[in-house]
């Protein structure tokens, strides 16, 4: 049997429209609820930050107040320090000199003999007396090898001959079988006295001051 | 029955618009407004979380500070109590009478004591200046001495040990300008000493009724006596 709708299409709108409209407000409540569920999701995600912050500033602010204690106790350490340092440091002082004067001591030939030494600031000026010319010339070696004590050694001059300084008074007797030349010459009585001045690698340090 | 005047096409466009209407008027307003609240709170986390980071590092030397402010007290109570005569000036007039006994009983007697201990021949004229008569003239955390030259006979070593021993003396002594002459064992050696003292504490209030201070005020100008100015405490 043939079946013929003999209705026009706008009769079956009416429940077409009726579906229609359902699923729109489901469409619109859907997208309603998306949006409404993001807003939750970002508050929550707001109030947990906003938590985890106030917690982490507190925890700066104890950190601040640990940087304020360290300020305090280092503020503390300079002026005992001080003390310490000056105490310590004119102790120190002290030993400087004689340390020097020892170290000075190593460097001179045993067989010259000093009869005074001044340090002044870098320089450092010595008396000395050498019975002979060869206990002299070994003396000035020795000072010249210093190079960790000194920079510069001089020496005042020697006089000539003759010379009443020295004991020679004019031509001495010759020894049997020639002069002798072992550095003794003959008719030396007295010695030589000079003086040495030298300027130090290492100025003494000064005292410390308070 | 008549044709609907709404159709399914009105609907459609209709929704969509009111769901893009939906849509824009959270997001531009809720959404954006609480994006940007998260970013403003991401700030101050950073910033709070940069500082906190620093905790451990700080607490070391926090304890690291401490350590070394207790060890530099000790070392100096130590120090204090072998080189110093026990005067503060936290109350100027004890300080001052302490001042006093110490200028006019002790230390002459000490250092012509350890002068005379021996092996080395000593000569001197020791000296002790007067002590100030005002305790408001007393402001200095150094008071310095000039005790003056002395000499000293012996050999070479004696003396250079005589003056390394100067350490050992009962105050703090700067020992300047040594010069040996002569040869040993009948050398000199002639030096002068100055003299430190470091009072306990600090300063006092002043005393109204002793007048106004000044350095030295009140008769402490004895030669060779100085307080320094190079600490007010």
């Not at chain 1, 209705?7 to 077409?16: D, F, G, H, S």
């Not at chain 1, 008396?127 to 000072?143: I, P």
């Not at chain 2, 620093?54 to 207790?70: D, N, T, V």
């Not at chain 2, 109204?208 to 009140?218: D, N, V």
Request: glycine share 10%; charged share 20%; aromatic share 8%.
């Amino acid at each position: 049997m043939l079946k013929i709708n003999l209705l026009p299409a706008y009769v079956r709108q009416k429940a077409a429209l009726k579906k229609a409209i359902f699923l729109c407000l489901a469409v619109i409540i859907l997208v309603g609820a998306g949006m409404l569920y993001w807003i939750i999701t970002l508050k929550n995600e707001k109030d947990q930050r906003e938590k985890e912050t106030i917690a982490m500033e507190e925890e700066a602010k104890r950190v601040e107040e640990i940087r304020k204690q360290l300020n305090e106790e280092l503020a503390k350490i300079p002026p005992v320090e001080k003390k310490v340092n000056f105490i310590q440091g004119t102790m120190d002082y002290n030993l400087k000199a004689p340390e020097f004067y020892e170290e000075l001591a190593r460097y001179t030939y045993n067989r010259v003999e000093l009869s005074s030494m001044n340090i002044s600031g870098n320089r450092v000026t010595m008396n000395a007396h050498a019975r002979t010319l060869g206990d002299f010339g070994r003396y000035l070696l020795n000072m010249y090898n210093a190079t960790s004590i000194y920079t510069n050694v001089s020496v005042s001059t020697i006089p000539g001959w003759p010379s009443a300084t020295l004991g020679t008074s004019g031509p001495g007797p010759l020894t049997p079988g020639g002069r002798d030349f072992t550095g003794v010459l003959p008719g030396i009585t007295n010695g030589i006295d000079f003086t040495v001045n030298c300027t130090l690698v290492k100025p003494l340090p000064g005292p410390p001051t308070y | 029955m008549r044709k609907p005047k709404i159709q399914v096409i009105h609907l459609l466009i209709a929704t969509v618009v009111i769901c893009i209407g939906i849509v824009a008027s959270l997001y531009y307003t809720v959404i954006t407004n609480t994006k940007k609240e998260i970013e403003a709170l991401n700030v101050r986390y950073e910033k709070a979380s940069a500082v906190a980071s620093e905790r451990p590092k700080l607490e070391k030397q926090l304890a690291e500070a401490k350590q070394k402010f207790i060890e530099m007290t000790a070392k100096l109570d130590v120090l204090m109590k072998e080189k110093m005569p026990p005067i503060s000036f936290d109350d100027r007039i004890a300080g001052m009478m302490a001042l006093w006994k110490e200028n006019t009983q002790v230390l002459g007697p000490m250092i012509v004591r350890w002068m005379n201990r021996g092996p080395l021949i000593a000569n001197g004229n020791v000296s002790i200046p007067a002590p100030p008569v005002n305790p408001n003239g007393i402001t200095y955390s150094l008071l310095t001495y000039n005790l003056g030259s002395f000499t000293v006979t012996g050999d070479f070593r004696s003396i250079l040990d005589h003056v390394r021993d100067w350490n050992n003396f009962g105050r703090l002594v700067r020992v300047d300008g040594l010069t040996l002459n002569g040869q040993s064992p009948n050398m000199t050696g002639t030096y002068t000493v100055t003299m430190f003292i470091i009072p306990y504490g600090g300063v006092g209030p002043e005393i109204p009724m002793a007048g106004g201070g000044g350095p030295g005020g009140g008769g402490g100008g004895g030669a060779g006596y100085v307080m320094e100015e190079t600490d007010k405490e």
